[in-house]
């Protein structure tokens, strides 16, 4: 016979198990959307660079859509969301030029610059960006 107390220990034990495996779910999303992705690329037997080259097509896009959002909100656009959009398409480009059976090394080491080019633009971009300017001139107007 089960009893009332027995009943709201596996109540509470269930409830516990489901919070934590939540709270796992939650914590590791990315972990567990990769292996589903991996698996389902796997799966399908569908090449693998070729998921690369989708995928960083995907953050593109992703990329262009928040730069295009933050320019209807704010209207402004911030040079960091340029460059990264940049950056991504000529990593997604070399990507591409590597896995060709005949590989033009002078186009690949070309793009290999220009991104290197692109990161030191970006760096820049962060460093002196208006609010970080503002920012430190006000840290410097409170200290004086």
């Known amino acids: 016979m ?3 107390h027995k009943m709201i220990r596996y109540s509470f034990v269930t409830l516990t ?3 934590i495996g939540m709270k796992y779910i939650k914590q590791h999303y990315e972990l567990l959307l990769a292996s589903a992705i991996f698996a389902l690329i796997f799966i ?3 090449p693998f660079y070729k998921a690369i080259i989708l995928m960083l097509e995907f953050i593109v896009v992703i990329e262009v859509v928040k730069m295009i959002a933050e320019f209807m909100e704010k209207k ?3 040079l960091r969301y340029i460059l990264d959009v940049f950056i991504i398409f000529l990593i997604r480009d070399v990507i591409i030029l590597t896995t060709l059976e005949k590989k033009p090394y002078q186009d690949i080491l070309f ?3 220009v991104i290197f ?3 030191l633009f970006r760096i820049l971009a962060v460093q002196y960006s208006p609010t970080t300017f503002k920012k430190k001139k006000s840290l410097k107007n409170v200290v004086n």
């Open 76 to 78: 402004r656009l911030r």
């Open 111 to 113: 793009l290999l610059l």
């Open 117 to 119: 080019i692109f990161f």
């Open 17 to 19: 198990t489901y919070s």
């Open 44 to 46: 399908l037997h569908y």
């Open 2 to 4: 089960v009893t009332l």
